[in-house]
Structures are given as C-alpha cells and as structure tokens.
C-alpha cells in the first residue's frame, strides 16, 4: 500500500507479542483499541489500521481471548505461533506478517508498562519523515532498584562489547514498511531486533515516555533470561569478545615471555628455587583463562551452527480471519 493521493492517511498495525497474558490482555485490549481510535479520529492514521496479537505459544487463555477479541471488533487480529518461541520471534512474525498490509508498525508489549500514549507522538514523527522511531524510557521509577539496576547494567554492557543500541531503548518502536521490506533481508535465526533495527539505516528519532508497572501478570524476563538475551545480543551483532581473547592472549603471551626469561636468568646463575607457588598460579590462570575462551568462542561457533540450519524462525499454526496467509508469490 503506497501513499499515492495526499490524503491518504497511513494504516498502521500496533504488533504484541502476548505469552501467558490471560490477566492483562483484558485490560489492555482495550486502551489499545482506544489509541488507534483516538489516532483515526485525529486524522493522523487510516481508520482501518489494525491491533495484531502474536500469541507465542502462551499455556493459559490468551489465544482464546484473542480469538474473542477478534470475532467482536475486526480491528483485533491474532496470529497464533505453533510453539513458544521467545519475545523476539513472536514480534518479527508480527512485523513480517504485517509489512504488506500496512504503511507503518509500532510494536509494543501487552502488559501496559509502556505508555501507549507516546505512540501520538510516534506517529507524528513517522508523518514528518522518519522512518524508525525508537521510544526511549525517560524513568524507571516504578521499577524495583534491582531490575533498574540490571538494566542498565545491561545496556552498557551491549554498547561496550559493541552491540550498538539505543540507550534504555527496548522494543516499543514505530518502523516503516519500507524498513521492514529492506529489514525482510536480514535472515539470520539469532535475531535481537533493538540492535538490528539500527543497522538498517534510514532516517530514525527517539520519542521518551515514562515506563509504568505491570498492569497485572508477571515478568517473564527474570535475571536469568536478561542475561541470555544480553549474551545473544552481543554474540548476534559484535565479534568483539573475540578480539578481547585475542589481546588478553597477546598480553598474556608477552607477561608468558618476560617470565621465561626471568627463568632462564635465574636457572643459568644457580638461583632456581623449587617455586610451586608460582607454578600453580600460573597453571590455574592459565587454565581458567583459557576456558573461558574456549567458551566464548564455542558459543559463536554454535551460532554459526544454527545460522547454518536455516530453520525457520516461526511458525503460524492459526490466525483470526482478517489475517489470511500470503497469497501466491507476494513475497
Ligand atoms: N513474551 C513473549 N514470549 C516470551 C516471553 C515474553 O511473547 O517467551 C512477551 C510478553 O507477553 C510481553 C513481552 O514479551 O508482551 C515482554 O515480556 P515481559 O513484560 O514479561 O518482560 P519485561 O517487560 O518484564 O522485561
Ligand atoms: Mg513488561
């Protein structure tokens, strides 16, 4: 769908992700319906723009409420994937599903932490001329000093091992369907889509919103899947790990020499004493560094594993009826 005539307005398609969301979604269905109305009626977007739930394979009732949802107000519509697959590849089946059937996506999570309101200020920035719109938590104050704390710690993180991301940027951000034609390129199956978006290019800006509590449910982003996601970033996007291992190998390597002839010196003028000290501490760094490296290194070679297997990155088991599967050669 281009803009052809003037007054066409863009049709946008808000993309959510939902796992085991039965508590929230009723609630923030809702205000989500609200914000595209309010958006229509401003003139800002076409009034048949789209709510499209991803349902990522969720155990409990989300499917089935979004099948309701769906059958009382064709402005909801619902994928279902055949299997849980993760935040990140519930939302790219969403933004892939949605980049022929509209001009503009705004992705966001179903648990009304983020202020939908912002999305106003999304679309005005898409309408005079960006074509990825990243939204920025201004504060963090209803989040509890550890999770505030990680995150942040989190982000740095990825920014120093090279994984360029906007900073306390997650994933509510509007992106163009032209950007997501050129991003449909990008095939890799270790996917970490805030630090992807970047590399596309095209015009972007940042819009900043205040981040609030959970409306109901709970976070499925423990310390633990943090973590992950973090190491995922940064193996998916950066070989800087790499090159630390390789210049901790050259110092160690030349600390290695200078200790050699410091032996040598000490063995040729008779002072060689029975060091075990030394010994062990040197064979226990030694080892424990090269460990570590051999870790590191292992993980990109099971990236390349998985790149290799080129399995598909989703899969649709169901959709509500206004999502038909892609007809014949549209790709
Ligand atoms: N989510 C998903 N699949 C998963 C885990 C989470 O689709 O395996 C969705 C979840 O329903 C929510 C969003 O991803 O809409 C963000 O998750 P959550 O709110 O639990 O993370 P947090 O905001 O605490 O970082
Ligand atoms: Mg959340």
Same mark, same amino acid.
């Given at each position: 769908?281009? &803009?052809? +005539? ?14 085991? +969301? ?36 969720? &155990? ?8 309701? %949802?769906?059958?009382?107000?064709? /402005? ?10 993760? /935040? ?12 022929? #059937? ?36 201004? !504060? ?28 306390? /940027? ?7 369907? #032209? ?34 509590? !959970? ?27 790499? !090159? ?14 200078? %200790? ?16 075990? $000290?030394?010994?062990?501490? $040197?064979? $226990?760094? %030694? ?22 297997? /080129? #399995? ?6 169901? #959709? ?12």
């Amino acid at each position: 769908m281009e &803009r052809t +005539e003037m007054e066409k307005k863009p049709v946008l398609y808000i993309v959510i992700p939902c796992y085991n +969301e039965q508590e929230v979604l009723p609630l923030t269905a809702p205000m989500f319906r609200q914000e595209v109305a309010r958006l229509a009626e401003a003139g800002k977007i076409d009034p048949d723009s789209r709510i499209l739930f991803v349902n990522d394979g969720s &155990r409990d009732e989300t499917w089935r409420i979004i099948q309701e %949802l769906s059958a009382g107000d064709p /402005h909801f519509q619902g994928l279902c994937l055949s299997r849980n697959r993760g /935040h990140q590849n519930a939302l790219l089946c969403g933004l892939m599903e949605a980049r022929d #059937r509209c001009d503009i996506t705004i992705s966001i999570d179903c648990d009304g932490q983020d202020d939908i309101r912002a999305m106003d200020q999304m679309v005005e920035e898409y309408l005079s001329g960006a074509e990825i719109v990243y939204g920025v938590r201004a !504060r963090r104050k209803t989040d509890t000093f550890f999770k505030r704390f990680t995150a942040q710690a989190f982000y740095r993180l990825l920014n120093w091992m090279g994984a360029d991301t906007v900073y306390n /940027h997650a994933d509510y951000r509007l992106v163009s369907a #032209r950007v997501l034609r050129e991003f449909a390129g990008f095939r890799e199956v270790n996917i970490f889509l805030r630090g992807m978006f970047p590399l596309v290019g095209f015009k972007s800006t940042c819009v900043y919103y205040d981040r609030n509590e !959970r409306l109901a449910g709970k976070s499925h982003y423990p310390l633990k899947k943090m973590l992950a996601l973090a190491f995922d970033g940064i193996t998916s996007l950066s070989v800087k790990p790499i !090159r630390i291992i390789t210049g901790l190998g050259v110092i160690i390597s030349v600390i290695s020499f200078l %200790l050699i002839l410091y032996a040598l010196i000490a063995w040729a003028s008779g002072r060689a004493v029975a060091g075990w $000290a030394s010994t062990l501490i $040197a064979v $226990a760094l %030694l080892g424990g560094i090269q460990l570590i490296s051999l870790g590191v290194i292992g993980e990109y070679v099971g990236k390349i594993f998985l790149e290799t297997k /080129h #399995r598909p990155r989703y899969i649709v088991s169901e #959709r509500t009826e206004g999502m038909p599967a892609e007809g014949d050669g549209q790709e």
